[in-house]
């Protein structure tokens, strides 16, 4: 019929008509509604999963960074605050956004919670996760310092970072182009291997390696570093 009206091969429509085509249209647009509720429904579900799935694994890394590993989501809580927050290494406000998360799921789930409430969580689960990273980068900065040889050469100055089985070197810390090189580190403490590297190689390094919590420097290091940077050097080492 539409196509008939369309095409004006259909002149006259009876109100009967009329009603039908209404109705015909009423029922498309209640399914389309329904669709979009849907689609929006399964969007919030995903966006609160990821949310939840994001604060809890940055929750979990924290704690191993500070060695505890065998934790799960049903008992994530309860250790935060032990290890945590009892501890006054992260602040009360982190725990008690950590809850709101874990009940904002709960409650999803038993579809308690109104689009207004997810964006609450949103914003919330966004502090937290902040909150958690600023922490693990104030305590990974501490466990690079350790690791680090600091080489004055002239009126420059290089940085050293002795990290598990190689060394990177930063030829020059004032310079606006980073040149940085990698070295294998022996375990007579001599470096060898010596190739260009990058900050981005740097970076996914210190990830994924656990920094030691003494670092022993050794003779034979001081040797290479005056191959590579000249007799005439300083060095200082942070402890």
């Not at 689960?125 to 305590?139: E, G, H, I």
């Amino acid at each position: 019929m539409y196509k008939d009206i369309e095409h004006l091969k259909l002149k006259y429509v009876s109100g009967k008509d009329i009603d039908k085509l209404m109705e015909d249209a009423e029922l498309f647009l209640n399914g389309i509604s329904k669709l979009f509720d849907k689609i929006e429904k399964q969007k919030e579900k995903e966006r609160l999963s990821e949310l939840y799935s994001n604060s809890v694994q940055i929750a979990k890394d924290v704690l191993a960074e500070e060695g505890i590993l065998k934790v799960t989501d049903s008992t994530l809580l309860k250790i935060f605050k032990e290890k945590l927050t009892d501890k006054g290494l992260i602040q009360d406000k982190a725990l008690k956004q950590l809850k709101d998360i874990l009940k904002a799921k709960q409650e999803f789930e038993s579809k308690k919670l109104s689009k207004q409430e997810i964006e609450k969580v949103r914003r919330v689960s966004s502090d937290f996760n902040k909150a958690l990273v600023n922490y693990m980068q104030r305590t990974r900065g501490k466990e690079i310092s350790r690791a680090k040889i600091q080489v004055k050469y002239g009126d420059r100055f290089a940085e050293i970072l002795l990290l598990d089985d190689y060394a990177f070197i930063i030829m020059d810390m004032d310079a606006k182009e980073k040149e940085i090189q990698k070295a294998s580190l022996n375990s007579d403490g001599s470096l060898t291997n010596i190739k260009k590297s990058s900050l981005e190689e740097l970076e996914k390094h210190i990830k994924e390696i656990k920094m030691p919590k003494h670092v022993f420097i050794k003779e034979k290091i001081f040797e290479d570093l005056k191959k590579l940077f000249g007799k005439n050097i300083e060095i200082m080492v942070n402890w």
